[in-house]
């Protein structure tokens, strides 16, 4: 990562490439997360790679969520884990939320390299280890959580996050936040909140956004979450793409 020239015009692209790739090498990104990377650099190309002011308001919108919420979770896979595990707990500790390790390919071992990887950045507590819940509806591994945190939050943020327990978590009646780049992808599709942006630049946006709404009142918070369109932020991200082709 040292090695790329910052002000190379692809500089980011290839940081986060780099990431994950060294995340495969530590046993931290499942194989199946290079193709996802893959996916999601070509669409953050079409989308200018830039997080667009519809995709700054959703984040806003998901820091008021995050900060308004009983019990807030926020859920780190294989790829969440090599891009931006620091990130992750300064926003965790930023709207007092959990973090939970949360697999679609899970194995004793990823879960225990993702958890001292997230160590090694400061989060103090993760969750994710026990897996004593299941969700309803879904095959028996992707449905594992901890009955203290996922299963029963009441906002969770998911980030690259699987169409089929999007769907599921959806159904249990949870707030979602999905981070998605594809705005055509079945969890944006389903969240209340789709935040089509980079993960590495989302999540900082979102912990400026839950710092500077620190002191807001609940009903200043009420008042985003509300004015906060998700059928717009879609179509927005669509209709930049299509017209950037
Ligand atoms: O670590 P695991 O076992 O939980 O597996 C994680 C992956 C991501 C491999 C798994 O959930 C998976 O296969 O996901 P998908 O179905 O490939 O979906 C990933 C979505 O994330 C795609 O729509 C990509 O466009 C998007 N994506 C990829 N990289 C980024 C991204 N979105 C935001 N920021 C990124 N850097």
């Given at each position: 990562e040292d090695e790329i020239p910052p002000d190379h015009p692809r500089y980011t692209d290839l940081v986060t490439r780099h990431r994950i790739e060294r995340g495969v090498e530590k046993g931290i990104?499942?194989?199946?997360g290079m193709h996802a990377e893959g996916r999601g650099s070509a669409f953050d190309y079409l989308l200018g790679e830039e997080t667009t002011e519809t995709a700054d308001e959703a984040e806003r919108a998901a820091a008021a969520h995050l900060l308004s919420a009983d019990q807030p979770v926020l859920s780190i896979n294989g790829n969440v884990a090599a891009l931006v595990p620091g990130e992750m707990v300064e926003l965790a500790a930023a709207v007092d939320a959990d973090l939970e390790i949360n697999l679609f390919n899970r194995t004793p071992e990823r879960i225990g390299a993702i958890e001292s990887h997230l160590r090694e950045h400061g989060a103090t507590a993760v969750k994710?280890?026990?897996?004593?819940?299941r969700i309803p509806n879904l095959d028996h591994e992707r449905s594992k959580v901890d009955a203290e945190g996922i299963y029963s939050a009441d906002v969770v943020l998911v980030p690259l996050e699987d169409g089929d327990r999007a769907e599921a978590l959806e159904a249990m009646g949870k707030t979602e936040i999905v981070i998605d780049?594809?705005?055509?992808?079945?969890s944006p599709q389903v969240a209340d909140v789709p935040v089509v942006d980079n993960i590495v630049r989302a999540v900082p946006n979102m912990t400026a956004h839950a710092r500077a709404l620190q002191d807001a009142s609940e009903a200043e918070l009420e008042a985003i979450i509300e004015d906060f369109d998700r059928e717009r932020a879609l179509e927005a991200a669509e209709s930049r793409i299509r017209n950037g082709l």
């Open positions: 990104t499942h194989l199946q994710g280890l026990e897996a004593d819940a780049l594809n705005p055509l992808s079945r």
